[in-house]
C-alpha cells in the first residue's frame, strides 16, 4: 500500500509548532507508513483505521507523546505505555523528550501500532467502570436530596458528563470546596451541560 495522503491541516500544525516540531515530523513519518488515515482532531494529528482513531500526536510541557486511543488492550510487550492519571481508562501515551528516543524506537512503535490495528479490526472494546461504581460525594447527594430537580437533569446526562463532574467534585479534600465547586456547576447541569461547555 502506497504512503497514506498528508492532511493539509497537519501540516499547517506543524508548520506552527513551536516545541516539538522535529519530534512531531518523525511520529507523522512512523504513523504514516503504517497505513493509517491522517486526520486532525482535538487540535492534534490524529491517524485512524476505518475512521476509528487509533493514535494521536501531542505534545506537552515536558514531552511529547503517541497517545493510543486503546492502549488499555495492548499487550505492551516493553513495558512503555503510560496512563496520564488514575482516571483515564482506555488510552496510553508513549512519551518522548527527544527525537533520537523516537528514532531508537521506529521499529517497536511501528509494532505498538499494528497491534492497535488489529485489535481495532477485532472489534475488541475497553470495558469502562461504570458511571454506577463511582462514587457520589455526600455534598452532592445532599443537594439532591434539597433539589430533587438537579438530581433528575443529573441523571439526564450522558455518563461522560455524569464521570466529569463526579471526578470534579470529588477531588477536593475539603467539604468546603467540594460544596462550592458543587454550587457552581448546579446550573450548567440543570441546563444539561457538560462541565466544560
Known amino acids: ?9 497537519v501540516d499547517e500544525f506543524l508548520s506552527k ?24 482532531k482535538w487540535m492534534h494529528p490524529c491517524y485512524t483505521y476505518e475512521q476509528k482513531n487509533i493514535v494521536l500526536i501531542h505534545g506537552f510541557k515536558e514531552y511529547c507523546a503517541l497517545l493510543f486511543h486503546k492502549g488499555a ?11 496520564q492519571t488514575e482516571n483515564v481508562q482506555a488510552g496510553r501515551q508513549i512519551r518522548f523528550t527527544n527525537v533520537q528516543e523516537i528514532v531508537e524506537m521506529e521499529a517497536i512503535l511501528k509494532a505498538y501500532i499494528h497491534e492497535a490495528i488489529e485489535v481495532e479490526k477485532a472489534g475488541t472494546e475497553v470495558d469502562f467502570k461504570k458511571t454506577t ?21 443529573f441523571e439526564a446526562l450522558t455518563p461522560g458528563r455524569q464521570r466529569a463532574y463526579l471526578l470534579h467534585f470529588s477531588a477536593p479534600k475539603q467539604s468546603k470546596t467540594r460544596e462550592s465547586r458543587i454550587e457552581k456547576s448546579m446550573q450548567q447541569i440543570l441546563n444539561g451541560k457538560g462541565l466544560n461547555e
Not at 1 to 7: D, G, H, P, V
Not at 73 to 83: E, M, P, S, Y
Open 73 to 83: 488492550l495492548l499487550k505492551d510487550a516493553h513495558g512503555i505505555l503510560i496512563q
Open 17 to 40: 509548532a513551536k516545541k516539538w516540531k522535529e519530534e512531531f515530523e518523525k511520529l507523522r513519518s512512523i504513523v504514516l507508513d503504517c497505513d493509517l488515515t491522517e486526520e486532525f
Open 133 to 153: 461504581e463511582y462514587t457520589i460525594p455526600e455534598e452532592l447527594q445532599n443537594k439532591f436530596d434539597e433539589i430533587p430537580a438537579l438530581k433528575t437533569a
Open 1 to 9: 500500500m502506497a504512503k497514506s495522503e498528508l492532511n493539509p491541516k
